[in-house]
């Protein structure tokens, strides 16, 4: 799914992009559970593995396996990591609720100028 106006950062994941997407995947698996890796630190493991990918593709990588339910990756302020916690994973979809809420309301507001 493309966002307007931003594709070259939101086009559908390319096959390479799948393949990492398995990658970041095991490297969440493999490190106990709350392991925080900011998006800089994923980047360059998957440059260490022969990937170029940059911050916004990050974020699609990580949109693509939450909207697939294929781990439970979260995030804050320190970075990305996998949970597994029903509570933190509830905190953590209330927080997408309320970045929801406020994009909703931004487009309310500039809708008053059309």
């Not at 697939?68 to 933190?88: K, Q, T, V």
């Amino acid at each position: 799914m493309s966002v307007r106006n931003f594709e070259q950062y939101t086009s559908d994941l390319t096959t390479e992009e799948l393949d990492m997407v398995d990658l970041l995947v095991q490297s969440f698996r493999s490190r106990p559970e709350g392991t925080v890796w900011t998006s800089k630190q994923i980047i360059s493991g998957f440059r260490n593995n022969g990937y170029t990918c940059t911050s916004p593709r990050v974020r699609k990588i990580v949109s693509y396996i939450r909207r697939h339910s294929i781990a439970p990756i979260l995030a804050s302020s320190n970075g990305y990591y996998l949970s597994h916690d029903r509570e933190e994973i509830r905190r953590h979809i209330v927080s997408l609720e309320d970045r929801i809420a406020g994009i909703r309301s931004a487009k309310d507001g500039l809708s008053a100028f059309l």
